[in-house]
């Protein structure tokens, strides 16, 4: 039996040099997204991520997971949901 921790979900833009992707962020309960930036790992993890150029309006593709490399995130910022 598979085991799943409690989290909440923070929404997030998170720019690269090259993409905008945008979604959630899980944090424990109560966390904060820096914190969870923090981490000593090299990935971010982003669950039901759309991924757009910089300057796009429609999504290049959306995504159940994927996980950003740290050393290529310029900027990362919690999202005013829509």
């Known amino acids: 039996m598979a085991v799943r921790a409690v989290t909440e979900s923070i929404r997030v833009i998170l720019l690269t040099s090259s993409y905008r992707v945008e979604r959630y962020i899980h944090v424990v309960p109560g966390g904060r997204l820096l914190d969870e930036v923090n981490k000593e790992r ?41």
């Open 42 to 82: 090299e990935f971010i993890p982003v669950t039901r991520a759309s991924i757009y150029a910089l300057d796009g309006e429609a999504p290049l593709d959306t995504l159940d997971f994927v996980a950003v490399n740290k050393a290529q995130v310029v900027m990362i910022a919690p999202a005013v949901a829509s």
